[in-house]
């Protein structure tokens, strides 16, 4: 018996055949239409259907397809089933492939995590750092593919966002044996498992903090755009946007970070969700850009509004250099009374 590869091959080949006999040899339109229709249901449907139970469900059909990535023969599929109006489908057989591939990912984080529960020690977040990258790839592999061989057909789009709501719900701690591996010590304390939407925040802060690692800036909004699609699926969002402002305070506070890269994501998540869901964020990079005088990106050098107030009052009001007298008066008179400094922290932030 041949193959659905084989099979769809030889159709392919005979509906082209038939498409120019009946073209040489019919000038009505409508009939022509009719013969065409006529041929694909008998080569692609058969009686009762078997044919096309047998292209979409047989051994070698389009599950077989997608686990051995065979594009062509994808591409050859959705091109005869889209003549009979038959892609839905094959659109649930690839739903159900790449959640099925996703689980195995998710699975494999859970066993991780099962490995650091016997060794009784505490979950990070560098546990599974690949988790969320194996995500992305899968995501990006079908979304590629659904682009550039499948011409965007909206039933495989819609296919692709059912299996990835499905995967991002889908909670690691959901699949760990509690039976052999307890989340409550001898001590009754509670071993934590990061969530999705934690794993995908933490994800997004390596990525910020290694930007350097990208070849273009391009290359980084690519990246972080994936993300906010991943995010896009989350159920629990205002769980990833409290994990995400406190990774975006800390990055804020440190040395060296870079505003206008920062915005970008909180723009992506913001078209989806609306500016409340952002208006934190937003205002955190704001008071940041206002404290140092301008936009930050990333150059230290570049802080003028703080540089020059601490230039001044080293010299000012400390050492008494100006060759103002009323701002060597102030500093002589200045006895520290009244001066206070509040420092942004994460926690309070």
């Avoid at 991943?230 to 990833?240: A, R």
Wanted: glycine share 4%; net charge negative.
């Amino acid at each position: 018996m041949d193959t659905v590869s084989t099979y769809l091959a030889k159709s392919v080949q005979c509906l082209e055949m038939e498409r120019a006999l009946v073209q040489d040899r019919l000038n009505t339109t409508s009939t022509q239409y009719k013969l065409i229709q006529a041929c694909e249901n008998m080569i692609l449907v058969g009686p009762n259907r078997d044919y096309l139970t047998f292209i979409l469900s047989s051994d070698t059909g389009v599950g077989y397809m997608l686990i051995h990535d065979q594009f062509d023969d994808l591409r050859n599929m959705h091109s005869v089933l889209s003549h009979i109006k038959e892609q839905q489908p094959m659109a649930d057989a690839m739903r159900d492939h790449i959640a099925a591939m996703g689980v195995k990912i998710i699975q494999k984080r859970a066993k991780e995590v099962e490995q650091v529960i016997a060794k009784k020690k505490t979950d990070s977040f560098k546990i599974s750092e690949n988790f969320i990258n194996e995500l992305l790839d899968l995501y990006r592999k079908y979304n590629t593919l659904i682009t550039k061989e499948f011409n965007k057909d909206p039933l495989l789009e819609k296919a692709l966002v059912q299996a990835f709501q499905l995967l991002m719900k889908n909670e690691p701690s959901d699949h760990i044996d509690k039976q052999k591996y307890s989340l409550i010590d001898e001590k009754q304390n509670v071993f934590h498992v990061s969530p999705n939407s934690q794993m995908l925040a933490s994800n997004i802060d390596h990525i910020y903090r290694n930007s350097n690692d990208f070849d273009t800036r391009d290359d980084l909004e690519l990246r972080l755009s994936e993300c906010a699609s991943l995010f896009d699926f989350l159920t629990d969002k205002d769980n990833f946007i409290a994990f995400h402002t406190q990774f975006l305070s800390e990055r804020l506070l440190g040395k060296k970070f870079n505003t206008e890269e920062e915005k970008f994501f909180i723009g992506q998540i913001k078209i989806k969700q609306g500016p409340q869901f952002t208006n934190q964020q937003e205002t955190m990079i704001a008071d940041l850009e206002k404290y140092n005088g301008g936009k930050n990106n990333g150059d230290e050098s570049k802080n003028d509004g703080m540089n020059d107030f601490k230039s001044k009052f080293k010299n000012v009001y400390l050492k008494g250099e100006s060759k103002s007298i009323e701002d060597n008066v102030h500093a002589k008179r200045w006895k520290g009374d009244g001066f206070n400094v509040k420092l942004l922290t994460s926690a309070s932030w």
